[in-house]
């Protein structure tokens, strides 16, 4: 059982960039395809320079580490015409999904947000995703999705709700 203990959780920094390069090698095809919505091999290097210029305000990312290894990263892009709301995408190494690893991200991520003004994220999930749509819907129970051409699109209100027992 993946020990979520170990892992370090910290704001993506401009030394990243080769860890988030490098995590590729621990992604199959299809975790990039439902994260870019393409058949990339990597992660694209469009991704990374975007990631470079983050101004830690409107636009965050949270990554998680293990060993020094990037193993998950989460991020939000405030929407300039909607500046309340921001979009939020995940990426978790495969042998790190289904353990919690995307809740714990967004969990720091959301916080940061919310301090900033943002009060929700927008959330575009193409339909073969179904461990993403699992996700949200644990974290967000009342949430529900709008899907149309492939994808499911998510209101997520902040703060994330407590959980509830049981």
Avoid: C
């Avoid at 959780?9 to 030394?15: L, S």
């Avoid at 983050?54 to 020094?68: F, Q, T, V």
């Avoid at 959301?110 to 575009?124: C, K, M, N, S, V």
Wanted: neutral net charge; charged residues 25%; proline residues 8%.
């Amino acid at each position: 059982m993946k020990q979520l203990a170990d892992v370090r959780f910290r704001p993506y920094g401009i030394g990243d960039r080769e860890r988030l390069r490098g995590m590729s090698d621990r992604l199959s095809p299809q975790s990039l395809y439902t994260r870019f919505w393409s058949g990339t091999p990597r992660i694209p290097e469009h991704y990374l320079a975007t990631l470079a210029a983050l101004d830690h305000w409107d636009r965050e990312a949270m990554i998680a580490l293990l060993d020094g290894e990037l193993i998950g990263i989460a991020e939000y892009a405030r929407d300039r015409a909607r500046p309340w709301r921001a979009d939020l995408a995940v990426l978790v190494a495969d042998p790190w999904q289904r353990h919690g690893l995307a809740r714990a991200l967004v969990a720091y991520l959301a916080p940061l947000a919310e301090r900033r003004g943002i009060t929700g994220f927008d959330a575009e999930v193409i339909l073969e995703n179904r461990g993403a749509m699992g996700a949200i819907q644990h974290g967000w129970p009342a949430v529900r999705p709008v899907g149309a051409d492939g994808a499911a699109r998510y209101d997520l209100p902040l703060p994330i709700p407590a959980p509830t027992p049981g």
